[in-house]
Every structure is written in C-alpha cells, then in structure tokens.
Nanobody
Framework: QVQLVESGGRLVQPGGSLRLSCAAS????????LAWYRQAPGKQRELVAS???????NYADSVKGRFAISRDNAKKTVYLQMNSLKPEDTAVYYC???????????????WGQGTQVTVSS
C-alpha cells in the first residue's frame, strides 16, 4: 500500500516562511524523483519543484529564489522550504513520486491528501 502524507501547511502572513513535509511508505523511496505540486481554487495543478534521486533540483519560475526542495532518504521524506511567501502562493500543496525524463518530470500515480497553505495578512 503506497501512502504519501503531506503536513506543515497553515495560515502565514506575507513575507513569512513555512516548511512542508511529505512522508512516504510502501515504495522504494530512494530511486524516485520527488516533486511538490500545488493547486489553487479554480486553477490547474502546477509543478512547483522537483528533486531527483541524485539531488538535482528544478523549480517553477514563480518560486525560484524563494522555495527549496530537499529529501531525506533515510526518513523517506521530502521537504519544501518556503520563504518570502506571497498571497499567490496560497494553494493546496501535494507531493508526488515519479521519474525525471531529461528535463521533464513524469508524475506517478500516487498523491497524498494535500496540505493547505494560506498566505494572508
């Protein structure tokens, strides 16, 4: 049984910081590229950041310089450190395990329940 459990989302003021976590089970964690997606109301789910098994990272232009993705294979956990948060970062954030095909992240079939991040004063 594959499970992905996101946590850490909450209400935060603009300019604040937050760290999201996603704990995985039921997979060989270390071989996957990992990713964070987000989905705001009325918008499509978008890829925010990814990290390969070797530790290479990619970011959406909208979060470059503000967000950082990392992984801990021993804990089977992927993190998303979010700094200088803006109201437009408000969304439900999801993690995913997939495959990196050249510069393209191919998502896997499993998603967690998501964690809500709300950036508002």
């Amino acid at each position: 049984q594959v499970q992905l459990v996101e946590s850490g989302g909450r209400l935060v003021q603009p300019g604040g910081s937050l760290r999201l976590s996603c704990a995985a089970s039921g997979i060989i964690f270390s071989i996957y590229t990992l990713a964070w997606y987000r989905q705001a109301p009325g918008k499509q789910r978008e890829l925010v950041a990814s990290i390969t098994a070797g530790g290479n990272t990619n970011y959406a232009d909208s979060v470059k310089g503000r967000f950082a993705i990392s992984r801990d294979n021993a804990k089977k956990t992927v993190y998303l450190q979010m700094n200088s948060l803006k109201p437009e970062d408000t969304a439900v954030y999801y993690c995913n395990t997939g495959v990196q095909y050249y510069s393209d992240y191919r998502p896997g079939d499993y998603w967690g329940q998501g964690t809500q991040v709300t950036v508002s004063s």
